[in-house]
């Protein structure tokens, strides 16, 4: 997107491409700022790009992280001098045992299990980081259910920066614990998220020096969403899957990893090939999947009540987007129960050898559904997100897993349970 020369010309910050903030409503631009909300209409707003000549070779030049597309990301020329968690490059496993199980053929898992605080939060906080220095912000902060809780708090005791995080108090104590440990400010809040996140709009408002990822800075921020669809596109040797799942709690991921297809083949980096995307989300949480199978364009809030609390939005700020992206691309947006979560999270393991929290539980348990009530083509290659590690849901497995016996130190006992096994 080419912008006019004045407002170029008003931006003093250096976010790379990044040229301008835009309406995705009625398509107004701003100059780039620490601005969420459209001047015009309230519309959310999201960056606009000036790119430069990209290619294959540049990106594959860079380093192991997602800074090598930076040439495609809001931050500053200068966004490696300075500390940061180094996330991105995650495993893009072959799935074929998994695939058996579902009935797809041609199957990949992108397990961002591997990221420094062990879920894709640490993408989007990367980026937030980034720019938020860049805008003159001193304290990262984020309201959370609580992998970004994880990722800010982390981020921010890399980069020697304080931080303020929100949680609900009925957060996973795994997740608690792992935002504590780094030492900043963790407040749980009594309330569910939606609660937590309107607190954090308030509290922005009030302290000028404080980074609200998803909130003042969220144009920025989800952005590093963006960088999962970028991989998995180097990954299957630059071209696009055919079908992807994505676990829907705000919906900016879903519709940012469509964004990074549109990007990709607009740049000439691959062929834009058509693609399906799919959402998927609990039904104890499942707003829009219901507007979904309504028919409807119009998000209802819901009040949360599921085991996936890392998805638990009842009220989801990107929800109407990811229903122009799924019915744009054909895909679909479903929900399943917390008792076929918990399967899928022990099938995912058993056949693949990943452990994923609720959130990829619910990833597969969709996958799983769409197949068989034949919205997902199983002859089509297909990519399933999965972003975050159970070791942060443990609870949800903790009463169905354990030692398959107790057993005497003696071999004879062994060998009695192993009979008693097959």
């Not at 549109?262 to 980096?269: M, W």
């Not at 834009?272 to 039904?283: H, M, V």
Request: charged residues 20%; aromatic residues 6%; contains cysteine.
């Amino acid at each position: 997107m080419t912008l006019t020369a004045d407002l170029s010309a008003s931006t003093s910050f250096d976010l790379g491409p990044a040229r301008a903030l835009s309406c995705r409503e009625c398509r107004h631009q701003i100059p780039l700022a620490a601005e969420f909300a459209c001047p015009q209409c309230f519309g959310p707003l999201e960056v606009a790009y000036d790119f430069g000549t990209v290619t294959r070779e540049s990106i594959e030049a860079g380093p192991k992280s997602i800074w090598r597309y930076q040439q495609l990301l809001p931050v500053p020329s200068n966004v490696r001098e300075h500390p940061n968690t180094e996330p991105g490059l995650t495993r893009l496993i072959k799935a074929d045992r998994l695939g058996a199980e579902l009935g797809i053929r041609n199957l990949w898992v992108k397990d961002d299990t591997g990221n420094p605080t062990h879920s894709f939060k640490d993408r989007v906080v990367a980026v937030a980081l980034a720019a938020a220095r860049e805008l003159g912000f001193t304290v990262l902060c984020c309201p959370s259910t609580g992998n970004l809780a994880n990722a800010v708090a982390a981020a921010a005791s890399r980069a020697g920066w304080d931080s303020v995080v929100l949680i609900p108090s009925s957060l996973e104590q795994a997740k608690v614990q792992m935002t504590a440990v780094y030492g900043g400010t963790l407040l749980a809040v009594d309330g569910n998220y939606d609660d937590v996140n309107r607190l954090a709009t308030e509290l922005a408002a009030e302290h000028e020096d404080w980074a609200f990822v998803n909130v003042n800075v969220r144009p920025y921020y989800a952005e590093g969403s963006k960088t999962l669809g970028f991989e998995v596109a180097e990954q299957l040797g630059w071209r696009l899957p055919e079908q992807v799942v994505i676990p829907v709690a705000s919906g900016s991921q879903l519709t940012k990893v469509d964004k990074s297809f549109t990007e990709l083949g607009a740049l000439g980096l691959v062929e834009p090939t058509p693609y399906k995307i799919f959402g998927a989300q609990a039904t104890g949480c499942s707003p829009v999947s219901k507007a979904f199978a309504e028919g409807h364009d119009v998000i209802q809030p819901v009040r949360p009540d599921t085991i996936a609390r890392s998805l638990a939005i009842g009220n989801p700020a990107d929800g109407p987007y990811v229903l122009d992206t799924t019915r744009r691309t054909g895909g679909a947006v479903a929900d399943v129960s917390d008792e076929e979560v918990v399967a899928a999270i022990r099938l995912l393991a058993r056949t693949e050898g990943v452990f994923a929290e609720t959130a990829g539980g619910v990833t597969v348990a969709t996958t799983k559904k769409l197949v068989e009530t034949g919205q997902l083509d199983p002859d089509a290659e297909t990519v399933l997100l999965i972003t975050g590690d159970g070791l942060k849901t443990l609870d949800a497995v903790a009463d169905q897993v354990g030692p398959t016996a107790t057993v005497p130190a003696t071999t004879k006992a062994v060998r009695a349970a192993l009979a008693d096994r097959a």
